[in-house]
């Protein structure tokens, strides 16, 4: 594939993203920042930070998508620091660390800076307060991702230790420990329907559930060290950047590889984004390229010639790129060629071999397709001795040749010997119930002797006679849990009419339920869903579904009744519910008041705090967000008697009570060690203390002060 267009930097590109307004934000090596028409390619602003990245493998910068701010490692990668990006101010710096800072990410609403570490650890910064707000579970080694969803709900750090921590930052609670990798995790990204793509240094990859933290899939494929990642194609398509400069393709419905060379450019490929809009991916590079390729070149022309019927020039266009085989045009081509192959069997059943030749004109010039259509046509070179066995009655030897050539089976004459065969055994099936019609049924399915898969069968009525009276018994009084159970058991049961009745009735109770959904008939829905959760076919689904149901129908009845405690307690708990107005409109309401209690938190100010968010303290699904943000408070008591000198006796008493309260956190062991420079003469030693922790916390733990 060619660039559409391209513009070339004289530093390597270690960011690329697309802005609020609409603009695209390039930022090089020297952190020199560009906002780029991303039509034209011209400058619309920009300015120089001149912090000399020579490492930018993991995500050494990151923006605010409102470009309001701004954060980036220093050079010596000791410190993370938070800029105002119109002013160039530096708002607030991370210097926790124990060693070298390793990445910085902001979250998509721009309240939160992250600054991860060497030391496993990952610090978020308040932006409005550029206050330490809170930290995450630590890893055991160094951290070399970290990631938001789209709404910034979620985080997820990976780290050397082969280990991902996902943290709700919604209800600030840590989820899952994610453990699938056996090399260091590198890379990672959120994928829409609560999916999360991550790969290792061996270069595995794994895409996961986030609520149930299982593995969904395992991605085959991947030939080099993968540095980037974007989502595109309204979240169908997954592009992979590689340290050779390869682009990598997959889609995200069956995580099959589209491409493992779909774009190759001369050097490391340091940043990715997509853009919806145009359709584009876009690619940075570590010699300064920025370059833009069209997913979707060359569909139009696919109309032109698949009205011409020019099949051959069509799969040359989508062999350059695989990707227009996802265009509603290649699937008319597909349609086309299954419905060509469909005729050309039935014109080789009925002898017209010339007929079936000509139709396969238009595909003989595509060497895939060519293959295909001579093995059809060597296919049939024995139908004319299977037409004659089925006529004189031979079915044995006709069964022989029709499973050593499958297309026969698509045949008139084989489909009315499997009826022959379908009525031979339910009359058998039906003499087999009585003792005495046993030899009976023997005789009737004697013609079927050596064909082998219907001799199992003859073999299993004659000795699990019981089972299928079982098996009917079960369906007659509707206990579907018994018949499907009975039917691992004894697979020769899918012969029986009664398994076809079975089916059938699962399918309609399921476009049933679905009809009841979409009419807004839960209560109908739920009652069809029950049954169909003794169906194997559906039991997943169909408990989904009610699960779903039932969330839905007690948080819009707890709206309406304004019981706000259980609305957030279930809102909690569903993704799909926060994508509703109600669940948007309470998440909004918890996001400013909780915006309103952090500047309270920033000032040591308790009441403040408990006024802004009075209406959550009976939520205990709120809780750990909660004690998190008195947490923060509390700390903010600790480094002002600190400042303020405030005698060392005071001091300690306050650590005490916050470790009794919130455990051995992160926040509490950086502070020690800015006290104990302080206070050298202290003998606290926090090992011993009694410890609480953010779990445990309630809101009738709170104090005004955490040093009395």
């Known amino acids: 594939m060619k660039a559409v267009k391209e513009k070339n930097f004289a530093k390597p590109i270690i960011l690329t993203k697309i802005m609020d307004d609409n603009s695209l934000l390039v930022v090089d090596s020297n952190t020199t920042i560009r906002f780029l028409n991303k039509e034209t390619l011209e400058v619309i602003s920009g300015f120089k930070a001149n912090i000399n990245h020579v490492r930018y493998k993991n995500c050494v910068v990151a923006f605010s998508n409102n470009g309001e701010y701004f954060s980036s490692l220093s050079e010596d990668r000791r410190q993370t620091k938070l800029y105002n990006a119109k002013t160039k101010k530096t708002l607030a710096i991370m210097d926790r660390h124990h060693g070298e800072g390793s990445c910085t990410a902001i979250d998509p609403t721009g309240k939160y800076m992250l600054s991860c570490g060497d030391d496993g650890k990952t610090f978020a910064t308040d932006i409005r307060s550029s206050q330490l707000a809170f930290t995450m579970p630590i890893h055991a080694d160094a951290i070399n991702d970290v990631v938001f969803n789209f709404n910034g709900t979620w985080i997820a750090t990976a780290s050397y230790d082969r280990k991902i921590l996902l943290f709700n930052l919604a209800m600030m609670t840590p989820k899952h420990r994610l453990k699938g990798h056996s090399a260091p995790v590198m890379k990672m990204k959120f994928l829409s329907h609560s999916r999360l793509f991550s790969v290792d240094k061996n270069n595995v990859a794994i895409i996961w559930n986030i609520h149930s933290g299982k593995i969904i899939a395992r991605l085959e494929g991947i030939h080099d060290d993968v540095r980037q990642v974007v989502v595109g194609g309204d979240d169908k398509f997954l592009f992979l950047g590689t340290a050779l400069g390869y682009i990598l393709v997959y889609e995200l419905k069956q995580y099959q590889q589209i491409s493992k060379k779909y774009i190759k450019i ?27 390729y069209n997913i979707f070149e060359g569909e139009n022309y696919l109309t032109e010639l698949f009205q011409q019927k020019d099949f051959t020039r069509i799969q040359s266009y989508v062999d350059e790129n695989p990707i227009l085989a996802y265009t509603k045009i290649y699937q008319l081509v597909s349609v086309f060629w299954d419905k060509t192959v469909e005729k050309v069997n039935q014109l080789l059943q009925n002898g017209d071999r010339k007929t079936a030749v000509t139709l396969f004109s238009y595909f003989k010039s595509i060497p895939s397709k060519n293959k295909v259509i001579q093995n059809i046509l060597n296919e049939y070179e024995e139908y004319d001795k299977f037409t004659l066995l089925a006529n004189q009655g031979k079915i044995v030897l006709a069964y022989g040749i029709a499973n050593k050539h ?18 031979a055994f339910a009359l058998a099936q039906k003499y087999s119930l009585d003792p005495k019609g046993m030899d009976q049924a023997r005789e009737i399915l004697a013609p079927y002797r050596g064909i082998s898969d219907k001799t199992i069968l003859t073999q299993q009525l004659f000795t699990k006679g019981e089972v299928y009276k079982r098996f009917r018994v079960a369906i007659g ?30 399918d309609s109770l399921y476009m049933k339920s679905q009809t009841l959904i979409n009419e807004g008939d839960t209560h109908a829905a739920i009652k069809l869903l029950r049954i169909l959760a003794d169906f194997d076919d559906f039991a997943v689904e169909a408990k989904a579904l009610m699960h779903d149901i039932d969330a839905r129908q007690k948080f819009f009845k707890a709206i309406t009744e304004e019981d706000m405690i259980s609305a957030y307690n279930i809102l909690a708990s569903s993704e799909d519910l926060q994508n509703t107005d109600d669940g948007k409109m309470l998440q909004k309401q918890w996001n400013d008041d909780l915006s309103i209690a952090t500047s309270y938190a920033a000032q040591g100010d308790v009441s403040g705090i408990q006024t802004a968010l009075e209406k959550y303290m009976t939520i205990n699904s709120k809780y750990m967000a909660l004690g998190t943000i008195f947490g923060w408070c509390y700390m903010t008591q600790l480094e002002k008697a600190v400042k ?17 309260n919130f455990g051995l956190q992160d926040q509490i062991l950086s502070f020690f060690e800015i006290f104990t420079e302080d206070y050298k003469e202290t003998k606290l030693n926090l090992e011993l203390l009694s410890k609480g922790s953010l779990k445990m916390w309630r809101p009738s733990m709170i104090v005004e002060s955490i040093l009395v």
């Open 477 to 506: 009084q509707k206990d579907f849990k018994i018949a499907f159970e009975l039917i691992k058991q004894n697979p020769h049961l899918k012969e029986f009419p009664e398994y076809e009745i079975l089916i059938n009735y699962g």
């Open 266 to 292: 001369n050097s490391s490929i340091t940043a990715l984004e997509f853009d919806e809009t145009n359709q584009n991916l876009i690619i940075a590079s570590d010699e300064g390229d920025l370059l833009f």
């Open 406 to 423: 499958p297309m026969y089976q698509t045949s008139k004459i084989y489909k009315a010997m499997e009826v022959r065969w379908k009525k």
């Open 644 to 660: 303020e000198q405030r005698d060392k006796a005071t001091i300690e008493n306050g650590i005490k009570n916050y470790i009794l």
